[in-house]
C-alpha cells in the first residue's frame, strides 16, 4: 500500500511549526528508516500516518484513503504504530490476549486471530511465555508484546518508533529478523531511529529530517556518506563508513562486510 | 511537544520578579480585607483595583482572563444565583414567580459574596501564574519549611498535568491499536479498561522512580542543604510584606471596629 504526503505542513497549537513543507512517496513494500537529531519532526511526520495528527496544511494519503476523512481506529486497519514506550500500552492479564487486543478491535474473525496471535508470538519469540502477565516481564520483552500486538493487526504498513531505544544486543537482532520477514511478506516499513548501525544495515531508503524539513533522500549508501548534510542535524554516518571514508574508498560503505569486500578490492587493484 | 507541567507561564514582568513569599502574602493581604472589611464596595473596587491592573502588571492578562471565564465565573455564577433567590429577608421586592422572591437586599448580599469569590480565586490564579512552582518551595524551604511538606505540596501542583499528559499518550497508543474512543456511550466506557490499566500502574511505577530519585539526592538528610536556585528578596520585597500585613491587620481590626 502506498503512502502519498503531500506538502504537509503542521503546527502544535503552542504554535512550534514542526514540519514545512513535507513531500513524499513511499512505495508498498518499501523499508524506510527516518533519522534526525531530536525535534526535527520525525515523531510529528509519523503520526499523522495513522491520523493522530492531521495536517495544517497539504494532505497524507494511505493508499486511497485521505487521513482527515478516517478515524484513528478505522486507520488502524492499515498502519499498526508501535509505540516508544511498552508501558503506555500493556493492560491484559497475559501476553496472549494482549496480541489479540488489537485483531480484535480490527474485528477479524476469531480463526484468523487465533492463527495471527501464533504466528506473531512466532516472530517475536513470545511463544513460552504466552500466558504470562506483561508486567511480569523484563523491559526488553515488555517491547518484545508491543510489538507482537502491533504485528498480530497484520496491516500493510507498519511504524516503529524507536525500537531499539534501551535495548539489549538480542533484541536487536530479534527486532532486525522481524523487520526482515515483514520484508519478505511484501509489508511497508517506516522506523524512527537514532541507532545509526541498526539503521545502516537494515534499512534500503533512509530519509534525514532537521528542522522540519526533509534533508536527505535517498538509499543508504547515497544518504549516509554525506556527512556534511548529517552533521547539521547532529547525526554521525556508522563507524564503518566513516573508516571507509576516511580511507578514500571509492564507494560508500554501510556495514562490515561491504567495507571488506571494498577494502578487498582496493588492495588487489 | 512541551506539555506543560504547571500553570506558570513564564514571563518577565514586575510580579514574575517580586520574592514567591511576597506573591504569597499578597494572595492573603488581597482575600482577607474582601472578606472582612465591612463596606460593601470592597470586593469590587480591589476587583477592579487592584486584581485587574495586577494582570496587565504581571502581563499575563490573557491567561488570567481566560481562566476566570472558564474557572470562576460559572462558580461565582451559581453562588450568585442560589444566593440572590434563596437567601431570606429583605424588604424592597423586585419580582415574584411561583415561590421565589428576588429582592434588592438578598442581590446585592449575593452579588457581594460573588465577587468576594472572584477575588479568591482570581489572586490565587494571579499567583499560579506567576510563579514557578519550584521557585516557591525553594523560597519556603530556605526560609525553615521541612522538605517533606515541599515535596506533598509540588507534587500535588503537578500531578494534573502529568498524568494528563500521560493519559493523552495512552489514548493515542490504544487508538492506534483499533480502540474506538469516538463513537456510542457504551463504546467509550468499555474503552476506559485499556486506559485507566497503563495510567494507574504507569503512575505507580513513576512514583517508586521518583522516590528512589530524589532519595539518591539526600532528600532526606537532615544536614543543611544549599539551592541551585537563588531567589531574591529585595528590600522592596521586605516592605511590601510588612504594608499587606499591615493591610491584613486593618481589615481584621475594621471588622471588630464597625461592627
Known amino acids: 500500500m502506498n503512502i502519498q504526503i503531500e506538502n504537509l505542513t503542521f503546527r502544535y497549537p503552542n504554535g512550534v511549526l514542526a514540519l514545512r513543507g513535507v513531500s513524499l512517496h513511499i512505495a508498498s513494500g518499501e523499508l524506510v528508516a527516518i533519522i534526525g537529531q531530536n525535534g526535527a519532526g520525525k515523531t510529528t511526520l509519523v503520526k499523522h500516518l495513522n ?144 541507532d545509526i548501525d541498526f539503521c545502516a544495515e537494515n534499512f534500503e531508503r533512509v530519509i534525514v529530517m532537521g528542522g522540519g524539513q526533509v534533508l536527505l533522500d535517498g538509499t543508504a549508501k547515497d544518504v549516509l556518506g554525506q556527512e556534511e548534510i548529517l552533521a547539521q542535524t547532529y547525526v554521525d554516518p556508522p563507524q564503518i563508513t566513516r573508516l571507509g571514508l576516511r580511507l578514500g574508498l571509492t564507494e560508500v560503505v554501510c556495514t562490515p562486510q561491504e567495507f571488506l569486500d571494498a577494502f578487498e578490492r582496493r588492495c588487489s587493484a | 511537544m512541551h506539555e506543560r507541567l504547571s500553570f506558570y507561564i513564564k514571563r518577565d514582568s514586575p510580579l514574575h520578579r517580586l520574592n514567591p513569599l511576597t506573591k504569597l502574602t499578597l494572595i492573603f493581604g488581597l482575600i482577607l480585607p474582601a472578606f472582612l472589611v465591612p463596606f460593601y464596595w470592597t470586593p469590587h473596587l480591589l476587583l477592579i483595583v487592584v486584581v485587574f491592573p495586577l494582570a496587565f502588571l504581571g502581563r499575563v492578562q490573557r491567561e488570567y482572563f481566560a481562566a476566570s471565564a472558564r474557572l470562576i465565573l460559572p462558580v461565582a455564577g451559581f453562588l450568585f444565583v442560589m444566593q440572590a433567590l434563596f437567601i431570606p429577608g429583605g424588604e424592597t421586592v423586585l419580582a415574584k414567580a411561583w415561590f421565589l422572591t428576588l429582592t434588592k437586599e438578598s442581590l446585592m448580599f449575593a452579588f457581594a459574596n460573588a465577587m468576594r469569590i ?32 515541599a515535596y506533598v505540596i509540588i507534587a500535588t501542583l503537578q500531578i494534573i498535568p502529568q498524568m494528563q499528559a500521560k493519559a493523552n499518550t495512552i489514548i493515542a497508543a490504544q487508538r492506534s491499536r483499533g480502540l474506538d474512543t469516538e463513537s ?21 511505577v513513576e512514583v517508586e522512580e521518583r522516590a528512589i530519585a530524589i532519595e539518591a539526592r539526600g532528600f532526606t538528610s537532615s544536614r543543611p542543604k544549599t539551592s541551585l536556585r537563588e531567589i531574591v528578596d529585595r528590600p522592596l520585597d521586605k516592605g511590601l510584606r510588612w504594608f499587606l500585613l499591615f493591610v491584613m491587620l486593618a481589615a481584621l481590626l475594621s471588622r471588630i471596629w464597625f461592627s
Open chain 2, 118 to 149: 472572584m477575588v479568591m480565586v482570581s489572586s490565587f490564579t494571579l499567583f499560579m501564574l506567576t510563579t514557578h512552582p519550584s521557585e516557591l518551595m525553594s523560597d519556603l524551604t530556605q526560609r525553615g519549611l521541612p522538605g517533606q511538606f
Open chain 1, 51 to 194: 491520523g493522530l495528527l492531521l495536517p495544517s496544511q497539504g494532505r497524507v494519503l494511505i493508499g486511497d484513503w485521505d487521513t482527515r476523512q478516517y478515524s484513528v481506529a478505522k486507520l488502524a486497519q492499515r498502519v499498526g504504530y508501535v509505540f516508544q514506550n511498552p508501558d503506555e500500552q500493556l493492560f491484559t492479564k497475559t501476553v496472549a490476549d494482549e496480541i489479540a487486543f488489537g485483531p480484535r478491535n480490527l474485528g477479524y474473525p476469531k480463526e484468523r486471530i487465533e492463527t495471527l496471535v501464533e504466528d506473531a508470538l512466532h516472530l517475536t519469540h513470545l511463544e513460552t511465555m504466552r500466558s504470562m502477565n506483561p508486567y511480569d516481564l523484563s523491559p526488553t520483552w515488555r517491547k518484545m508484546v508491543a510489538v507482537a500486538s502491533i504485528l498480530a493487526m497484520d496491516t500493510p504498513i507498519l511504524v516503529f518508533d524507536e525500537p531499539t531505544t534501551g535495548q539489549d544486543a538480542a533484541s536487536v537482532a530479534r527486532l532486525a529478523s522481524i523487520i526482515a520477514e515483514l520484508r519478505r511478506r511484501g509489508k511497508t516499513v517506516l522506523t524512527i531511529t537514532h
Open chain 2, 184 to 204: 456510542s456511550f457504551a463504546r467509550r466506557i468499555r474503552a476506559l479498561v485499556p486506559l485507566v490499566g497503563p495510567l494507574v500502574f504507569g503512575s505507580l
